[in-house]
């Protein structure tokens, strides 16, 4: 009888064949739902920053500036992101692992802190009481709403979280899947962990500073600042693991991805786990309270083991795209596979599009800007955002646009609308991140500041005039991210109309070609490969994606060699 009450519960998914809980599913909505309306709030404040930064234009007053600049980390890089990293981890765990949702109240519960939470500290900012931005660094004084609203969104994330393990257990228990958890499971297991890490950083640093807010105790500034980057930067560490395990699950429901080497996979995550954190340093690296041995440590040795894990993955995620055309019959020359990849298909396109703009860009100047001596030169100017925007926005949120095109049909079970510009919108939104990021870190090398409302310093005590290249730099960062936003807009159109009005999915009249429905979803019954096909992919290798890594190793290297170039212009050595 008990059984037959827990079979009601679950749906088999007709594409997949998941097992699929149906509070999970609901779970992963909701929270899918509310990261789109944090977007939506962080993109309305992207465009006028963007407009404000756009030096002539110059839309907003100081203050509306500093207070969009506020709004707008929060959104994108919190509350978009950790919303969508949980409906990630209620997919990787009860959803992926056919198992049931451990305690559906609680989690619950813990969206609704989670809700609560985001909206109090929105309320408070637009309200005008928290102009502190992202990083709200003490003495900057918020009112305690909003350092309670960041808690109470905490608290409820740590719960999500450890629902996820429960759900780990669970699975186990009741032997819902043989053998070792999925790889992206794994890698929201690592996701999970570093959260928790980031978390209690975040409870360590809040709690505090809330107690300073309401004048009960005091808070060191230097002190602030070392435990807030242990959630400021570790946060996007999680979004970092999520975004990987979303590239393997997307390379597998794309284009019947392979996964080259399942152990070296796995341990590049393990090392995600142990050391990814430590690039926290970077942000401190011109703060006078962290002596020159401390800084070092954390900016090499050891951080670079993270670094390496960034690089097995981008290695064995293309390897694995490479593997999985060429098992399709795309064998010719080194590139067929990647030509003749269905880049019509916004889940693919997206998800390649992440991968490269992720690796190339924001990898390599966060490497760069990560060297102790470099950060001098770049540290607090326009290069710091333009190389977040490229891994943050341009690898992550680019990622779970892509994943969204799939979880539209296969847990909303409606199809995509507006599918001509679904087509289009993940090259809209990569060309205009790529733009606006590129023109911030030219920009920044000619020392534009990073935050500042004004960089023609008007009415100023002293006089800085930057080279007319600027401009031209700046109005790029304008463009770029104007065409972002139309980018972004038009994703959020997309999955507001398909999620509340779009049309119903037949399982049963699925074709190919079919308006609405991405190519992978109606491939991948067909997709599955033999173990004989498989040896032979792997005989064959990935010549093509080795390539693309030598190509990858040369920019680096050029890249890395123009920053000590330009260091040692500043030293005025000889």
């Known amino acids: 009888m ?32 509310a990261a789109i309306v944090a977007f939506l709030v962080g993109v309305v404040a992207a465009f006028l920053l963007a407009m404000t930064r756009w030096q002539a234009v110059h839309l907003l007053p100081a203050d509306w500036y500093y207070r969009m600049l506020t709004a707008h980390g929060l959104n994108m890089l919190i509350f978009f992101i950790i919303f969508f990293e949980m409906a990630i981890l209620y997919f990787a765990g009860p959803i992926l692992l056919g198992c049931r949702q451990p305690a559906p109240k609680t989690a619950w519960a813990a969206f609704g802190l989670m809700v609560v939470g985001a909206v109090l500290v929105d309320v408070m900012v637009f309200a005008g009481h928290a102009d502190v931005l992202f990083t709200s660094y003490v003495p900057l004084r918020a009112h305690p709403l909003y350092y309670l609203g960041i808690i109470l969104f905490a608290v409820g994330a740590l719960i999500a979280v450890s629902l996820f393990f429960a759900a780990l257990v669970v699975a186990r228990r009741e032997k819902t899947y043989e053998g070792s958890i999925p790889l992206v499971s794994f890698g929201g297991l690592a996701a999970a962990i570093i959260a928790v890490i980031t978390l209690l950083h975040g409870a360590a640093i809040y709690v505090p500073t809330f107690l300073w807010s309401l004048g009960k105790m005091e808070v060191d500034p230097q002190v602030y600042r070392m435990v807030f980057w242990g959630l400021g930067h570790s946060s996007q560490q999680i979004n970092v693991a999520a975004m990987v395990a979303v590239w393997y699950l997307m390379g597998g429901l794309t284009i019947g991805a392979v996964v080259v080497n399942e152990k070296i996979s796995r341990w590049a995550f393990v090392l995600y786990v142990l050391f990814i954190s430590m690039a926290s340093a970077h942000h401190l690296l011109v703060d006078p309270g962290m002596g ?68 190339f860009l924001g990898g390599i100047t966060g490497v760069t800007q990560g060297t102790e001596q470099i950060n001098i030169i770049s540290h607090n100017t326009l290069r710091v955002p ?35 510009l679904a087509r289009w919108q993940p090259y809209l939104f990569a060309i205009g991140i790529v733009c606006m990021s590129m023109s ?48 972004a807009l038009a994703y ?83």
């Open 440 to 487: 911030m870190t030219f920009a920044g090398a000619f020392g534009v500041p990073r935050r500042h409302w004004d960089i023609s310093f008007t009415n100023a005590p002293f006089g800085l005039e930057f080279p007319p290249a600027v401009d031209m730099m700046m109005a790029g960062l304008g463009l770029g991210g104007s065409l972002a936003v139309v980018g």
């Open 292 to 359: 020159p041995s401390w800084k070092v440590w954390n900016t090499s040795y050891a951080m670079y083991l993270a670094v390496l894990a960034s690089m097995m993955h981008g290695f064995t995620v293309p390897a694995g795209m490479e593997m999985g055309q060429r098992l399709r019959g795309f064998r010719k020359g080194k590139f067929e596979w990647l030509r003749r990849a269905p880049w019509s298909d916004p889940g693919f396109s997206g998800t390649w599009l992440s991968l490269v703009i992720f690796g």
């Open 492 to 574: 959020i159109a997309i999955a507001v109309v398909s999620v509340f009005f779009g049309q119903r999915v037949d399982f049963d009249k699925l074709e190919p070609g079919m308006a609405g429905i991405p190519q992978g979803i109606i491939r991948l019954p067909a997709q599955a490969h033999s173990e004989e096909a498989s040896a032979k992919a792997h005989e064959e290798g990935a010549p093509g994606t080795m390539v693309l890594v030598f190509v990858f190793l040369a920019v680096f290297i050029l890249y890395y060699f123009t920053n000590w170039k330009l260091l040692s212009l500043v030293w005025k050595i000889g």
């Open 386 to 420: 333009g190389h977040f925007h490229v891994t943050v926005v341009g690898g992550t949120a680019l990622a779970f646009m892509a994943l969204t095109y799939y979880v539209i049909p296969l847990i909303f079970r409606r199809k995509v609308a507006f599918w001509g």
């Open 2 to 33: 008990v059984e037959m009450v827990m079979d009601r519960l679950f749906r088999k998914c007709p594409v997949t064949g998941l097992r699929v809980h149906q509070t999970s599913e609901t779970l992963v909505k909701f929270n899918a739902v």
